[in-house]
């Protein structure tokens, strides 16, 4: 469980998010969806305690994740991100690992059998365990995405931040990265992401949040969503909403807005 609790963030001593107030399941797949620049890998990394609140508060199951130490943060709350870091020289396995950390004193690191068998399962469900003995610096950027995703499922916390997961991912890679996420959260795991597909946020998550205008519109159904009319407006563009014959609502940038967005596009850059 994540409560956001009249919740305002800063970066660089400027305002960026406020007044928002949140209830994320236990067992809930949530999509943080808006344009680029509103906040989304702001929010993710405050909810793991790797930012402060200006103002409120941040509760993983009830404990305010302000007052929990990096190791007890560690066991409950994984983020995973694509920032690159200096492990070129690590194999794939030895990446995967480090998500084992949180589960060791630091003055007592060995690979026991549970962290062998977490960093196996976490390559297998990413699709990558034949490249446990490659070296990380040889992979493509889509299969080193996969690689940071088995890193925080190897963490084995009951939440999972994930900040574009998709990112660099082909259609099928991708689909197969979300409906694992789906399927964690059978498990009872807490999924949150940062997508910017909206039809992708639609066709996974239990409920989307949408950031822009300096806060958080509180999660909706996917179909309540694609249906406000605060999307368009906080996208800045106008949307078609399509009805599929199963149910399915999708929404597309408009017909009318085709051109101007291809002109956009065709400007010079100063």
Known sequence: MIELCDLALSVGGRPLLSRIDARLGSGEFVALLGPNGAGKTTLLRAIAGLHPAEKGTIALDGVDVARLDSLRR?????????????LDALAV????AIGRFAHHRWWEWRMRDADACAVAGALAAVGMAVFAKRLFSTLSAGERQRIWIALGLAQETPILLL?????????????????????LTSHG??????????????AY?????????????????????LS???LDRIYGIAMERVR???????????????????????????
């Open 74 to 86: 560690a066991r409950r709350v994984a983020f995973v991100t694509g920032d690159e870091v200096m």
């Open 205 to 225: 998550a239990d409920r989307i949040a949408l950031l822009g205008e300096g806060t958080l519109v509180a999660p909706q159904a996917p179909d309540e969503l």
């Open 228 to 230: 406000d009319c605060r």
């Open 163 to 183: 900040d574009e997961p998709t990112s660099h991912l082909d259609m099928r890679a991708a689909h197969e990265i979300l409906a694992l996420l789906r399927g």
């Open 93 to 96: 396995a030895d990446v995967v």
């Open 244 to 270: 599929f014959p199963d149910g399915r609502l999708r929404v597309y940038i408009a017909s009318k807005d085709w051109a101007g967005v291809a002109d956009r596009s065709r400007a010079p850059t100063v």
């Open 189 to 202: 795991k807490t999924v949150v992401c940062a997508l910017h597909d909206v039809n992708e946020a639609a």
